[in-house]
């Protein structure tokens, strides 16, 4: 801030700028106007070229009428809440796309199902592929979820037989009365889904703190 480059992207100074005698010195205060550091002042300098902590620079700023910290810290929140809802965004359209895994049952041979997030965005629901809405109890909600667990830990998954690949290409959602038992076709498959899932769940909860 305080340079803009032209067309062929030479720097020339801003308007804000221009006609001063050290813009180097020139620090963006929190009210947005521009303030000159005093010439000299090497604690300034090193703030407005970026080359100080935090730490220091909230005292520093404070100390000079610069700067009020406490807008400091606020601003840094809002940054961090607004970096953290893109990331549960991003990782939602992850879950909403869904993932074709392997499902173990209490019954039966294992078959493959569509496991994506249910049509409300309230939970994690299974359905045959290619179809379109999955029968509504089929879904395991996100307030449901007591744990998240990778291999072949659940007493589902040690009806079937394993080995050491199938081991690291399972995972398990579990619920207080249920578990769903999942084993993806590749790693890449497993470890997206079970980030973007691992993800939202510590979203949701923190959110409701």
Same mark, same amino acid.
């Given at each position: 801030?305080?340079?803009?480059? *032209?067309? #062929? ?6 308007p804000? $700028?221009r006609g001063?005698? /050290?813009p @180097? /010195? #020139?620090?963006?205060?929190s009210?947005?106007? #521009?303030g000159s ?5 090497n ?6 070229? =970026?080359s ?7 005292? #520093?700023l404070s100390? +000079?009428?610069?700067?009020?910290s406490?807008? %400091?810290v606020? *601003?840094? *929140?809002?940054l @961090? ?5 893109q ?9 909403? @796309?869904?993932?074709v895994f392997?499902? %173990?049952?209490?019954? =039966? /041979?294992?078959?493959h199902?569509? &496991?994506? $997030?249910? @049509? *409300?965005g309230?939970g &994690?629901w299974?359905k045959?592929?290619?179809a379109?809405k ?6 395991i909600r996100?307030?449901?979820?007591? /744990?998240?667990?990778?291999g072949?830990e659940?007493? &589902?998954f040690?009806r079937f037989?394993t ?10 959602i579990?619920?207080e009365?249920?578990s $769903?038992?999942?084993?993806? =076709? ?7 889904f079970?980030?973007? $899932?691992?993800?939202v &769940?510590?979203?949701?909860?923190e959110? +409701?703190?």
């Amino acid at each position: 801030e305080g340079e803009e480059k *032209d067309a #062929v992207g030479e720097v020339t100074p801003s308007p804000q $700028l221009r006609g001063m005698k /050290n813009p @180097e /010195n #020139v620090i963006q205060t929190s009210s947005g106007t #521009v303030g000159s550091a005093p010439s000299g002042n090497n604690n300034l300098s090193a703030i407005a070229n =970026g080359s100080t902590t935090d730490k220091k620079r909230d005292s #520093v700023l404070s100390a +000079s009428g610069h700067y009020d910290s406490r807008e %400091f810290v606020r *601003d840094k *929140d809002r940054l @961090e809440i607004d970096k953290q809802r893109q990331i549960f965004k991003h990782h939602m359209q992850i879950l909403q @796309e869904g993932k074709v895994f392997k499902k %173990f049952g209490r019954r =039966g /041979n294992p078959h493959h199902r569509h &496991i994506c $997030l249910s @049509e *409300d965005g309230q939970g &994690i629901w299974w359905k045959k592929i290619g179809a379109v809405k999955a029968d509504p109890s089929r879904c395991i909600r996100f307030a449901e979820i007591q /744990n998240l667990r990778q291999g072949r830990e659940t007493d &589902i998954f040690k009806r079937f037989k394993t080995s050491k690949l199938d081991e690291g290409l399972s995972f398990s959602i579990i619920a207080e009365t249920r578990s $769903l038992d999942l084993q993806a =076709g590749t790693e890449k498959d497993k470890a997206e889904f079970f980030e973007s $899932l691992s993800f939202v &769940i510590k979203y949701l909860r923190e959110a +409701s703190q």
